[in-house]
Each structure stands twice: as C-alpha cells, then as structure tokens.
C-alpha cells in the first residue's frame, strides 16, 4: 500500500558502496518499491549495479527490530534511554570519561554521525568513538594527512575517465565498486587507447578487463612504487618545476627508492616478472595523464599507510595532481566512509577535518558547540577499543549500525569483550545479528528508506538519502537517539534538533568557522539551507564555501594544508614481511563478492542477490589443491592461530600460488563456520591502526565428511546438528548446504527437522544403490522441500532444485522426478547463476556461445540479455568465453 504522503518517485542514494549511486524509489500500490537509477545524479548517471539494483528486495520486514528492547524484554523508549544515560553517566562519574565508547558505521548518514561525535568528544569529553570505517581507509586518511596535511581527495570520478592511463591498485573495482568500473569501461569504449593497468595478487573480474595485470606478491605495493619513483627520476620524468614549488622532502623520498631502480631487485621484492614490470615504469613514466586508484588491497595492510604515501610520492613528483584525468584516488568502501570524515566520526579526529591535537582546532570546535569540555587527545582506534573493553578500561559501549562479531579482526575476542563488558547498547534494524545477542539494550533504528539525511561520495560529493517508507514499528533514527541521551546526561539545549536539517545546517556552520581557505573541508554555503532547501539538495561536491567558491579539483597549484603549504614526500620503506610458517604455509586474502554487502544483515535478504555465490568459499590454486588431496567442491578447514572456518574449496588457475582468497561477509546466522575475521590476527598499521586484513598464515586441510546434503524449503531449513550449513534465501524460500563429519542417527528424523516438516506432512523417499538418500514433502498438494544426501558433494542441479520452490507442484505421479535433481531435456538447466539482473545462468551461457552468432560479451548479451543492464557480470561472460571461469562453480 502507498504511504500517505509520501511522494513516489523519491530521489535518495544507495546505502551500500562509496561511489554513492543516484537511486529513485517508487513505492507501489501493491506495497513493493520501483527501484531505478537516477539519470541525473552525476555519480552514475542513472547506472546501478546488482546490489543497488536489488534494493527492493531487501527491504523485506522479517527479523526487524521494530522496539526497544532491555535484556530482551521489550521497552518503551523512554525506559530504554533513561537506562542508557544512567549507565554511561554512572562509568563516567566512577571511572572518568574514557570508560565509556562508542563504536559507530560508515552505514550513518553525516547527520547521525556528527552527533554521535559532538555527544562524545564535546560533551563526554573523551575521544573514545571509532567507526568500521577504520576498517575501510582509515589508511588512506592517514596517508593523505601526513603528505597533503588534510585528508582530501584531490580528484573527481571525470579524472578516472579523462586519464590515458588508469592504474588500479588492490581495487576489486568490477565487484566492489561495480558503476564507477563501468564509467571506466564506457570512456575506454570511446578511447581504447585509453590503458588499464590492476595491480593484485589475484586474477579478479577487474583484471580480466584490464590491459596489463601485475600479479604483485601479496604487500609488494610499497617496494613497487618506490621502484617507480626511481625510475621516475631516471628517465627524468620528475616535475621539477612542480616538486620544487609545491613539496618538500623529495630528495629523501628519491633516496629512500634508488635501490629499487634496480629491476631486478624490484621483480624479487614484488614478485613480478622483469617484462610487466618495464611495461608498467615505461607506461607510468611516459603517460602524463595517469590516475592512481587504490582501495583495500592498499589500505587493510600492516604498511597501508605507507603503501598510501609511496603513491602520493608519485604524483606529487610528476605534479599529477588536481588537475584533469590525473591524481591519486581513493575509493571508499562505504556510503559515507567520506561523511564520517568530515565529522571527525575517526578517534584521532576532530569535527570538520580538524585535528583533536591542535588547540586552536579544539578551541574552534569547543566554543562553537558551547561545550562544557573537549577530547584533548585521541581516543582509542577500533582493535584497541575493543581490546579496552576485553580488559574493562571500557565500562558501557554503545555500536550503531554495525556488527563488529563479524567484522573486526580476531572476531571471538570482540565477542569475549562483549560478553565481559558490563553494559552494551546495541541500535541496528535488525533484531538478530551476531552482535546483538551482546546487548543489553537494543535500540531500533531506522533504515534505508525510512531515514533521511545525507552521505558523502568518495568524490566528495554530498548527496540526500531521502526517506520513501514510513519507520517500522518504534524504529527511529540515531541521531535522534544520540541527542535525546545528549539531553538526559544534561545538555539540552546543544540537542535540542528538530530535524535532520537541523543538525546538518550545524555541521555546515562548523566546517566554515574561522575557516578562511585554511582547511579544505568547508560547506559554509550550505549553512543557511532552510528546511525546504535541504530537502530539495540536489548533489553537491565540497567545497561549497560562504562566499560561494568552491573548487573542482585540489592542488593543481600547490595550497596544501601543511603549515608551509607545501605536500610531503614521504622517505618510506619496505617494511614487508613473509607470515607463513611451516605449520600454517598459505596466505590468505580476504575481501568482497560481487553481490553480497559487508556482513549479509541487508544483502542476505534478497534472493536474487543470495544466488550468485550462495555459499561461503575459499579459493585455492589447483596444484596447491593437488598436493592437498583437495578437489572441486570439497569442504576445508582454514586455520589461522586465531580461528578456523569450514569453506567450500573453489578449485582455480586464478589464485596465486601458495594463497587462499576467503569472502568476509559470512555471519552466524547464514553459515555454520564462516566468520572469516575471527581468523584475522588483530596485526594493525601502526600509523592507521587499520586492521591488516589481506594477508594472514593459515593452514589448509580437506575436511573429513562423511555425508554432504542439499536442501531447498519454502521454511527457514533447521540445520542443527550438521557440522557444516549455509543458509541462503531462494524464491519461494530457503537453500541450504549441509555437511557432517558423522551420519545422522535417524537420517528420517533429520530430514524432518531440516525441512521443519509436521507430521502430517507427506514424504517422498528413494535410496540408490550407492546409498543417496532423497526426500521431497508435500502438503495438500504444495511442494515444502526437498533434501538429497550423499556420501561427497552433492551432484544436483541447484538451479533446478530452487525453482521447485516456486514452479507449479507436479501432480502426484510425476512428484518423483524431483527426486533426481535434473531437469527434464524439455527445461534445460541454467547453471550457477551468472547475471542477477535477467537470472541468466553459466550453462545458459555456454549454450549460446555453442551456437552461431555467438562470440563475444556483446554477442551474448544480444541472445541472452545478460550483462546489459548493470554490467556487473560481463567479466564472468568473457571469462566462459576464454573458458577460464572468474567464478568457478562447485557443482
Ligand atoms: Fe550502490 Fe552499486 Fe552504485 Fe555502489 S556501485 S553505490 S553498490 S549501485
């Protein structure tokens, strides 16, 4: 049903990924929502990936938090608050303002964000508030910090697409940011001189679109960018004019890579052959026009901060920077990584990009909030804030919109923290997550959708996250939250907001006090934005200053915020390490999926999404599988000194040699055994104390089953007592993955439970003469589920078993042609899922390519239709075309 009042067609942005996508939502008469992209927001022009895409799918209501909660019983708001500032005020009067934190998200709209801040660092008085985002680019903030003196990214997404030369370092760009790769894709249709270069350990769907691929040894990126510094200087491609005027500290930084100039010695200490390692110093030194993207494979490292700097060293030595299709560019992994920033939403910052270390800084900030104190040194970043909360510095902690069981490192030890500290607050939207089973107090927020406010693009770009759907329940938004604690521990007046535009009015007010071109971040002009105004704001790129000026770019000629007003070049060094052991000899690497967003609590919803790699995996070379006795689809044990998890083994040529590749987004509740950071060493960048989460030692073994099953219900399937499950939504219901390490006692009874069937239920049963078992219920004529066991994988058409949930039930004669598994030859099978968009799958695919006509991603989307709406699977389609599957599938 369409909400009274609420407009249709409501232009808000996509929650998930730092390119920060236009969206238009329309609710429905039939109370589903149109989701479309918006033409004219400037970050993707109308283009959305499979996950913006999918949106409406998973603003489903099931397992919603909808009210307070106090120790699981349910709360009134007021009694639930109340509560809150008793605690935090009693730690704070017994043991001082550091024994309270919060730990918020990069999910926060700027609003909830900067209130979050001002509560703790103006009116707490401490600075122990960190964000997840610390677990995104916390090193790319300290890079830019140390050598432009502010944390500013010089350029804009034009830049990606004017450069004749576009590196991408540690950047799944095809998967992770999928539209800003296909603006990528679309200028180099135009311009096919135009030369993409991926810099990653792993062959991924990004570079199999790229013309040159450098397969660095995991951490190598330091040692190869000094090598290019100094071949910079050798082939004198050094802007002397702008290093000169602009820089200090080029001479250290020259001598800190000379040794690298030595190609050999680089190809040793990055890995690479001698022949792409000339090809790319003879590319970057010749190419005026170069832009440098970096994202996690840069910033989750123990030298991400200086991997950051080796970077910046380089074009701030060429002057490629600030000015069209040139300059280092970090992405951003969530929607408002950025927004987070410029509230000071990082412990080691202050509001509005100014520094808790400066006192001039803290004296702006205290006396524009008429705070009663402020944070005079910074707090504790994530890891050790929870390690403060382990050992009970940290009395009451209160996270939003995040799930950090899941998402930090050395993740049972986040939940032993948990369970040790004395009161946790929790505000999610959902009632289940993995970190909510810790609260003593849950906090229904608001989501996607029902809140409104903005985030911040990693162009810098300001954009409206409008509400379409009214707020669920109690549910209500956090800065509302924050600001009525805010009250309650007596600070009325500095909360007393009336709106969003309230709170952001404020923010744009700070950013512009005593400002005067001396820090980069400044909105001043949009601090007088009356209500209307800020609703209508259409997307806007800082700077936006009182007087109106603002700036496309930065840097172009120097004024960088250090006190010379001169960027740094920074003398780093290799500091890389080999972690593997004799007992744990791989390295693993972890990251994102194409279709799935950080730890499943939105993406996990929808059906389509769960369908393109619905379980948990690790991918591993296939000569190291070999000497393993590890074969296709075989379940692993990965093992670090911190944790293990039970993956399903992806058996590929892509992987490198001697590494495994892990996704992180498995949770409690989706997979028996596959909360991949409780395998990460909490192992830190000590500049950024950004987790290094790309490379840890961990051993590999084949897992002992000795049955595996597969499920498909129209329930939620009841997996207990299997030693391995993944759960995932299908159309019509649920899939699962089973596996144990011992036969089920009563293999009937388990059937039963698996497919939470009544007595009543009607059970078709067939056991070959190899022992399969196979089982399909029915109710009053409708299909309930189905499960197939076997003594190793299980040889089923996944595709075929899903659509049983949805197909028409077949009458009661042909029932037992479910029990195969198989389409008929009438209904050929799809295969692995490889476009969401148009349900297209690799079989599919591999049928038209069979055909005339038929050659190419173009050729395919022709027949099929896939790969022509977002893009996000062409890399897959060329990879079936080269017969060299980016995703390899397990059955
Ligand atoms: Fe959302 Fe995809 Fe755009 Fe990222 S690229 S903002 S996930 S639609």
């Not at 808000?12 to 927001?41: E, F, K, L, R, S």
């Not at 799809?830 to 049928?847: E, K, N, T």
Request: charged content about 20%; hydrophobic content about 40%.
């Amino acid at each position: 049903m369409e909400a009274a009042g609420v407009p249709s067609g409501t232009k808000t942005t996509c929650p998930y990924c730092g390119v920060g996508c236009g969206v238009v939502a329309t609710p429905m008469p039939d109370g589903t929502v149109g989701i479309a992209g918006d033409t004219q927001h400037p970050a993707n022009f109308g283009r959305l990936c499979s996950k913006g895409s999918a949106l409406a799918e998973t603003l489903i209501p099931d397992r919603r938090l909808l009210h307070p909660a106090i120790g699981g019983r349910k709360a009134s708001w007021d009694e639930a608050l109340d509560l809150v500032a008793t605690r935090f005020r009693a730690a704070i009067d017994g043991y001082g303002p550091d024994s309270v934190a919060l730990y918020v998200s990069g999910q926060m709209l700027t609003e909830d964000y900067y209130v979050a801040n001002k509560l703790m660092k103006g009116f707490v008085g401490s600075a122990n508030i960190d964000t997840n985002s610390r677990l995104c680019m916390a090193s790319s903030v300290a890079g830019h910090k140390r050598a432009f003196g502010s944390d500013t990214v010089p350029g804009t997404y034009d830049d990606l697409e004017e450069a004749d030369l576009l590196i991408l370092v540690g950047s799944n760009l095809a998967w992770c940011h999928p539209v800003l790769f296909q603006r990528i894709l679309a200028a180099k249709a135009l311009r096919p001189e135009m030369t993409i270069v991926t810099i990653d350990p792993r062959e991924t769907a990004t570079s199999a679109q790229s013309d040159l691929h450098l397969p660095i040894r995991g951490d190598g990126d330091v040692a190869l960018f000094l090598g290019v510094l100094a071949h910079l200087e050798s082939e004198g491609a050094i802007d002397d004019a702008y290093a000169g005027a602009h820089t200090t500290g080029l001479d250290a930084a020259l001598a800190a890579a000379r040794p690298y100039a030595h190609l050999g010695l680089l190809a040793k200490a990055t890995g690479l052959d001698t022949d792409r390692l000339e090809t790319f110093l003879r590319l970057f030194a010749l190419t005026t026009k170069t832009v440098t993207v970096y994202s996690q494979g840069v910033n989750q490292s123990a030298t991400g901060t200086d991997k950051v700097n080796a970077i910046l060293n380089c074009h701030l030595a060429t002057g490629r920077i600030g000015r069209p299709g040139m300059g280092p560019f970090s992405v951003t992994g969530q929607p408002n990584a950025m927004g987070g920033r410029e509230v000071g939403g990082l412990a080691n910052q202050l509001a509005a990009h100014m520094e808790i270390s400066d006192p001039a800084h803290r004296a702006i900030v205290q006396g524009f909030w008429k705070a009663p104190t402020i944070a005079e040194e910074a707090g504790l970043k994530a890891v050790d804030l929870f390690e403060a909360v382990l050992d009970g510095r940290i009395r009451a902690l209160w996270i939003i919109g995040t799930n950090p069981v899941d998402s930090l490192p050395d993740a049972d030890r986040v939940k032993a923290a948990l369970a040790a500290c004395p009161f946790v607050v929790v505000s999610d939207i959902v009632e289940d997550t993995d970190t909510m089973a810790f609260a003593d107090v849950a906090l229904p927020a608001t989501g996607w959708g029902e809140k409104d406010g903005t985030v911040t693009n990693s162009e810098r770009r300001i954009s409206r996250q409008r509400a379409f759907l009214p707020a669920p329940g109690e549910a209500r938004p956090d800065w509302w939250a924050l600001a009525e604690i805010g009250k309650r521990l007596g600070h009325a007046e500095a909360f007393d907001y009336p709106n969003a535009a309230a709170i952001f009015r404020e923010h744009a007010a700070l950013s512009g006090t005593a400002n005067e071109g001396t820090r980069d971040f400044d909105i001043g002009g949009l601090a007088d934005l009356g209500d209307p105004a800020y609703e209508a704001l259409a997307p806007v790129r800082w700077p936006l200053r009182r007087n109106g000026s603002g700036a496309e770019r930065f840097f172009a000629d120097g004024g960088f915020f250090t006190p010379d007003r001169r960027a740094k070049l920074l003398p780093v060094t290799d500091r890389r390490i080999d972690l593997t052991t004799p007992e744990r000899p791989f390295l693993l690497n972890t990251g994102r999926i194409r279709d799935q967003w950080h730890t499943m609590t939105r993406t996990g919803r929808s059906p389509r999404l769960s369908a393109h790699m619905p379980e948990p995996f690790c991918e591993i070379h296939l000569e190291d599988a070999s000497a393993k006795g590890i074969a296709e689809a075989d379940l692993v044990e990965v093992a670090s000194e911190h944790g293990s998890a039970i993956l399903r083994a992806l058996v590929t040529p892509r992987a490198p040699r001697g590494t495994l590749f892990a996704p992180m987004h498995w949770t409690g509740e989706f997979a028996s055994k596959a909360r991949i950071n409780a395998l990460v060493p909490p192992r830190v960048d000590p500049v950024s104390g950004q987790p290094a989460s790309k490379a840890l030692a961990v051993s590999v073994e084949k897992l002992a089953a000795t049955w595996h099953g597969f499920a498909v219900s129209t329930e939620r399937p009841d997996p207990a007592g299997a030693d391995y499950f993944a759960l995932a939504r299908a159309p019509g219901g649920w899939r699962v993955e089973l596996a144990g390490l011992a036969a089920p006692a009563d293999p009937d009874a388990f059937a039963r439970q698996v497919l939470c069937l009544a007595e009543t239920a009607e059970i078709l049963s067939y056991i070959d003469g190899t022992g399969h078992r196979r089982c399909a219920a029915f109710a009053d004529g409708r299909f309930l589920g189905a499960l197939w066991m076997s003594g190793g994988p299980v040889a089923v058409s996944r595709a075929y078993a899903v659509s049983c949930l949805t197909g028409a039930p077949p009458e009661s004669a042909k029932r037992f042609k479910i029990l195969a598994g198989r389409t008929g030859a009438d209904r050929p099978d799809p295969g692995a899922l490889v476009c969401s968009c148009f349900g297209v799958g690799a079989d599919d695919i591999r049928r038209a390519l069979a055909g005339p006509d038929c050659a190419s991603v173009g050729d395919v989307g022709r027949h099929l239709k896939a790969g022509t709406n977002c893009g996000s699977c062409r890399s897959e389609i060329q990879g079936l075309i080269d017969a060299k599957p980016v995703v390899p599938e397990p059955v």
